[in-house]
């Protein structure tokens, strides 16, 4: 059992305690050290990589990564599942359906300037049908095209 597992655990422990404090049965919690943890996730881009990676890359699949990146948000499992019916341009918010969620709770996100610029240009894009912009759809994967078309 790892660390972090047994950390998790403790948590449960500590909550315990604490909720029987709340309600009166205990009058003081006991003190519960935590173990070190190490899984400190790595491989981060830095912004200057992001924005230089990005350059390299088709408008079209600039607009899916750059909402990934705006919103902190999974690219195959979030983003590519975005439909027009989860952009409410009237009341400034994104959502994200329960079923498209890592923990299955619905997410409701308001626009930022970033994210508004953003869906305009996706907006701009699909009504702009241009043979270079069709040449580097084409480069791309079903899937990807597919997602693309949604935003």
Do not use: C
Request: cysteine-free.
């Amino acid at each position: 059992m790892s660390n972090g597992e047994i950390n998790r655990e403790l948590q449960i422990l500590k909550r315990t305690f604490s909720l029987a404090i709340t309600s009166g049965r205990i009058a003081m919690r006991p003190d519960i050290p935590m173990l070190e943890e190490d899984n400190v996730r790595t491989g981060f881009f830095e912004r200057e990589q992001y924005q230089s990676v990005l350059a390299h890359l088709p408008d079209d699949v600039q607009l899916v990564i750059e909402f990934g990146y705006l919103r902190g948000w999974r690219i195959p499992s979030e983003v590519l599942t975005l439909e027009g019916r989860h952009v409410d341009f009237y009341g400034r918010e994104v959502k994200l359906d329960a079923a498209n969620s890592k923990n299955k709770k619905p997410r409701t996100f308001p626009f930022t300037a970033a994210l508004r610029t953003l869906l305009g240009r996706g907006s701009s894009a699909r009504r702009r049908r241009t043979p270079a912009a069709h040449e580097a759809r084409e480069q791309l994967s079903r899937p990807e095209r597919s997602a693309i078309e949604r935003l």
